[in-house]
């Protein structure tokens, strides 16, 4: 006993120190503590010298790219370390930069801000996973291209593989959505699919093709233990199986870019190819294990990305459920028993996967195990065609007729997946959990499936135990967000933007440009109505609303009077009293005029231009009189 209290002992010892020297490596690898850092740096910056680390992602008005810090200059030039994250004007000439490429670049990037309205994708959070604190939005002709660089790396040659491969791709398949899903499927960009093709593939359960993942590299393995069977027989034949199957592995990482997404799955089944010639002396988690040891080594920040915690779930729950489920059934067919492995693989992993897909996505696809019966073959179909077109296209010949098989396939698993979206109740929408709701119910599975493996009554009571805790902290939200009255001024760039929400019932209000750019309300306004419960929103009238004179609308609400002035050159009233005056579109002509109001809060909403709410900022401040611009402030939020 005093033995196996030693060796516990030990192992917790053991384990402490793994977990002490892990922290000490994260704090080494977030620049921001670098003295050099942009965050550190006091003087205000005139120009920088920058190298390209990412390939341009286009954008409506703008080219986005990461830059990496060289120096700066503010009285004088000095080293500085730092990343940035670029929007560069399209009139640029982005397309002929090329990876590691220096640029000298006029003005200084400024601090990401936290999210503005509430419930928003906290994009700063999620760039400083990635140590970038920075971004900057650039002219064309504040930026000068400075030259290549004077040692490339294997990066760059990547990237030029990939360039390469996607213009065969734009040159031999034609249409704008096949095109999007071949660079998605084959290299793992997703730049350029549209957002009806991304809601197609989520509410058919079918989201997980559109990324090079563990199952594309899977599949390519799958391929070469195929193709290489023969070599089985020989004692050396594992062995040069395995080789084979890293070089190819890594030619088809090389070619995708060397993408972080990319990286993770094939250094994944790099461990598995090479753990696969011990045979026996093998342990499938052990692999798993030393394989996220090794990318956390290199990036301790990859246990934050979603594809990360994903994949290693899927395969996971793949790993260990994936047999007890299959031998539950056997069948004698061919064709039956394929079915039920594509049925088993896809329950596994959605099991493995279920309370994260509820937290990052919202969502549960209803017919994911029927669409992916259909859309797991398909999507391997457009793989291997897509490998074949681009292992063929420099003959012109075999690459137009390849292309259009790639085409074809990519049409029909388009059509399979539009029609399973077009099912009614394709998916349950609108769901809301927080992350300790994401762990609970993580635990309630665990626990259902203990029951079944060890059949304990201990492990039914630890389930009822997650799922009274799951269901208290429901209700604190409920009571919280959802059961309450509020009034929202969003805080959208350009746009004015207001909403009333009462026990899921919601007023909307904002210009009629806003209402027609579904990307910027799915970003900004979505996630608080998620957080609130909305399941109906009227936009068409407002029944308290009242329009006392041309530019000026009057809303009653919860016995408040609110002023909404959005009209250019319009008189304001002398002796007017209301609660809250809401001033859009620049509309008041000087700040002695909105002093005729009188109103115990004055806001500023998106709409109003930035030299114009600083003028009015600077006067209010000389007046004593506090005000609130949601583009400086965040969103403007009244809780009955």
Request: proline residues 3%; contains cysteine.
């Amino acid at each position: 006993t005093s033995g196996n209290s030693f060796g516990t002992i030990k192992g917790a010892l053991g384990l402490g120190l793994i977990f002490l020297l892990g922290y000490i490596h994260l704090l080494l690898q977030s620049d921001s503590r670098s003295e050099d850092h942009l965050l550190n740096s006091k003087e205000p910056i005139l120009y920088y010298e920058a190298i390209i680390k990412s390939a341009p992602e286009a954008k409506a008005n703008s080219w986005k790219i990461e830059l990496e810090l060289l120096s700066a200059k503010t009285d004088q030039w000095h080293p500085v370390k730092g990343k940035v994250l670029a929007y560069v004007s399209k009139k640029s000439e982005v397309l002929k930069w090329r990876y590691e490429d220096h640029l000298l670049i006029q003005g200084a990037p400024y601090e990401l801000k936290p999210p503005a309205n509430p419930g928003e994708f906290d994009f700063k959070r999620f760039l400083t996973f990635k140590n970038i604190y920075h971004q900057h939005y650039i002219p064309a002709e504040n930026i000068k291209w400075i030259g290549p660089a004077d040692l490339k790396s294997i990066i760059y040659y990547s990237h030029q593989a990939r360039a390469w491969a996607s213009d065969k791709i734009d040159t031999y398949i034609h249409g704008d959505q096949e095109q999007a899903i071949a660079m998605a499927l084959i290299l793992g960009v997703t730049d350029g699919i549209d957002h009806e093709v991304l809601n197609a593939y989520a509410a058919s359960g079918a989201m997980h093709v559109l990324a090079v993942s563990g199952m594309h590299v899977g599949i390519i393995y799958a391929i070469v233990l195929f193709v290489l069977k023969p070599l089985n027989r020989y004692a050396w034949g594992r062995w040069a199986i395995a080789a084979i199957g890293l070089l190819l592995l890594w030619m088809f990482a090389f070619v995708t870019g060397l993408t972080p997404s990319v990286l993770r799955a094939v250094t994944m089944f790099s461990f598995m190819v090479v753990a696969r010639p011990f045979n026996r002396g093998t342990n499938i988690y052990n692999t798993l294990a030393a394989s996220a040891f090794v990318l956390l080594i290199y990036n301790p920040y990859l246990i934050m990305s979603v594809g990360f915690q994903l994949s290693y779930l899927a395969v996971l729950g793949i790993v260990y459920l994936y047999k007890p489920i299959y031998h539950l059934w056997e069948i004698k067919n061919r064709i039956g028993d394929w079915i039920w492995q594509m049925t088993c693989l896809s329950l596994v992993a959605q099991v493995a996967t279920f309370s994260l897909g509820l937290l990052y996505f919202h969502q549960f696809p209803v017919y994911f195990l029927a669409s992916n019966l259909f859309v797991i073959p398909m999507s391997t179909m457009v793989l291997v065609f897509g490998i074949v077109f681009l292992s063929v296209s420099f003959i012109a010949p075999l690459a137009q007729w390849t292309g259009q098989l790639t085409e074809w396939s990519i049409q029909l698993l388009n059509w399979t997946v539009f029609k399973t979206e077009q099912l009614p109740y394709s998916r349950i929408a609108d769901i809301h959990i927080n992350t300790l709701q994401c762990w609970l119910l993580m635990g309630l599975l665990l626990s259902l499936i203990f029951i079944f493996q060890f059949r304990s009554v201990k492990w039914l009571y630890t389930a009822v135990g997650f799922t009274v805790l799951f269901t208290y902290f429901q209700w604190v939200h409920f009571s919280e967000s959802v059961s309450t009255e509020k009034w929202i001024i969003y805080s959208v760039n350009g746009h004015r933007a207001m909403e009333w929400i009462s026990h899921g019932q919601s007023h909307f209000y904002a210009d009629s440009t806003l209402f027609n750019e579904a990307d910027r309300i799915r970003f900004h306004i979505q996630p608080n109505r998620l957080l609130t419960g909305v399941e109906r929103v009227q936009s068409d009238s407002i029944p308290f609303q009242r329009e006392v004179k041309k530019g000026i609308s009057l809303f009653y609400w919860n016995d408040k009077v609110i002023a909404n002035v959005h009209k250019k050159e319009t008189a304001l009233p002398s002796i007017a009293s209301v609660d809250y005056v809401v001033v859009s579109n620049n509309a008041v002509a000087s700040w002695n005029e909105l002093k005729k109001v009188k109103a115990n809060q004055i806001i500023f909403d998106g709409s109003n231009s930035k030299w114009w709410m600083d003028k009015m900022r600077k006067q209010a401040l000389a007046d004593s009189i506090m005000i609130h611009s949601v583009m400086d402030d965040g969103a403007f939020i009244v809780t009955n």
